[in-house]
């Protein structure tokens, strides 16, 4: 019996000595051309060895029946190989990673350039960038991707209707206009900023400095936003992009900071009203306003009306409470639908888009807006370097007014 188990020990030995020295033989190429490649790291999964192919894409590296080869280098997709005891001379082909990053455009609205060929400061947003930001306008995604452009309110517009809410060069005047030169697919455009949709722009270059002024001279000297909005390929397949977006947001809390109610501001009244404190404003000659509770507390000093008749009217004005009522009434969540279509082709010589959307803005104070686009264009290819463009768009929007603020009501 003892021999027995001496005699599978040693085999079991033998087994795993021969499963932790297998020798396995090699060569990596490319599975484009070929081509044997220097330089891969082969790295064993269990024992944890490392090395390199040589100049002609060999190695040899000494590992365990059941273990993996792990082959990687920066410029092609990592391989996993599982290594049998039979492998025998492994060919590994590797595939190369497209690492050629895509090359950003300047468009000036005249050109398009590539970065080293433009003097000044700009910044490129891309439509991934846009559709990362949520909003319904192309200002709403704009705001906080784009470093040096400041949004704000209430500064002068070239429009009396619009104030601009958006500043590239800083302050520049005091009285004038403010706001910059919007230059939509190669042409100005002087209508409302608010009515493109933002799912139909491709790129959005905004030129911040000189290089604004010497395109476009005076213009151009608040900035210039050049929107580049989508277009059909030639030669494409037809494609039907659509989109439902749901925004959601909390209405905001009138009681997250602490604040004196009704009931206690009237207390305080009180309180000075017995040390005399509005003595002053009580015997003015100018009849200066005074408080409800004021008022009722004067009655009764004056003896213009009983104990009971003041205690009751005071009382009245203490249990009402502003906060609670336009909370109640008001406050509440706001909602943003938007819905998006686009359709874009082309053959050898045509190239074409159709879009459309529907955004529906239900805001917290109970405002509405909403808005409708629809545009459609087509290029037509003349020969090689001239081309015709026709295009189409038409925009709606509708606003209902809301509740008054709660610091107007208060």
């Known amino acids: 019996m003892r021999s027995i188990i001496l005699i599978g020990s040693l085999l079991l030995g033998t087994s795993i000595a021969r499963a932790q020295s297998i020798t396995v033989k090699g060569v990596v190429i490319e599975a484009s051309d070929k081509k044997p490649i220097s330089g891969v790291t082969i790295t064993s999964n269990i024992a944890r060895t490392e090395l390199q192919t040589n100049a002609v894409g060999e190695f040899q590296i000494t590992t365990s029946e059941n273990d993996t080869l792990i082959i990687s280098h920066v410029n092609y997709q990592t391989q996993r190989v599982a290594v049998r005891e039979n492998s025998g001379s492994l060919l590994i082909s590797l595939a190369r990673?497209?690492?050629?990053?895509?090359?950003?455009?300047i468009n000036t609205g005249y050109q398009r350039l590539k970065p080293n060929e433009v003097n000044g400061s700009f910044s490129v947003v891309?439509?991934?960038k846009l559709n990362e930001q949520k909003g319904?306008?192309?200002l709403d995604r704009l705001n906080g991707v784009t470093p040096g452009v400041l949004f704000k309110t209430g500064k002068n517009s070239s429009s009396y209707n619009t104030p601009s809410i958006i500043s590239i060069r800083g302050e520049s005047t005091i009285n004038g206009p403010l706001d910059p030169l919007i230059i939509l697919d190669n042409f100005p455009y002087d209508g409302d900023i608010n009515n493109i949709n933002p799912n139909d722009v491709e790129t959005i270059t905004v030129l911040k400095d000189a290089v604004a002024t010497s395109i476009y001279g005076a213009k151009g000297g608040n900035g210039v936003v050049v929107i580049t909005t989508k277009r059909g390929k030639y030669n494409s397949k037809t494609r039907v992009?659509?989109?439902?977006?749901?925004?959601?947001?909390?209405?905001?809390?009138?009681f997250q900071y602490q604040q004196l109610n009704s009931a206690d501001f009237i207390e305080m009244e009180q309180f000075l009203f017995n040390k005399g404190y509005y003595n002053n404003t009580i015997n003015s000659p100018f009849k200066q306003a005074i408080s409800p509770a004021v008022a009722?507390?004067?009655?009764?000093?004056?003896?213009?009306i009983s104990a009971s008749d003041s205690a009751s009217q005071i009382n009245y004005l203490k249990s009402g409470d502003s906060k609670a009522a336009y909370n109640s009434l008001y406050a509440n969540n706001s909602m943003v639908l938007q819905n998006n279509i686009s359709i874009r082709g082309g053959s050898e010589n045509i190239a074409w888009v159709l879009g459309g959307n529907y955004d529906q803005s239900d805001n917290y104070d109970r405002s509405k807006t909403t808005r409708?686009?629809?545009r459609f264009n087509n290029t037509f290819r003349i020969g090689k370097r001239i081309s015709l463009d026709a295009g189409l768009s038409y925009a709606n929007s509708t606003a209902q007014a809301g509740a008054p603020s709660y610091?107007?009501?208060?």
């Open 136 to 138: 319904t306008s192309v």
């Open 296 to 304: 009722v507390l004067l009655k009764r000093k004056k003896g213009q």
């Open 407 to 410: 610091n107007s009501v208060r």
């Open 372 to 374: 409708g686009n629809i």
């Open 97 to 105: 990673i497209n690492d050629q990053m895509e090359e950003v455009t």
């Open 126 to 128: 891309t439509n991934e």
């Open 241 to 254: 992009d659509v989109s439902f977006n749901t925004i959601l947001t909390k209405g905001p809390d009138l």
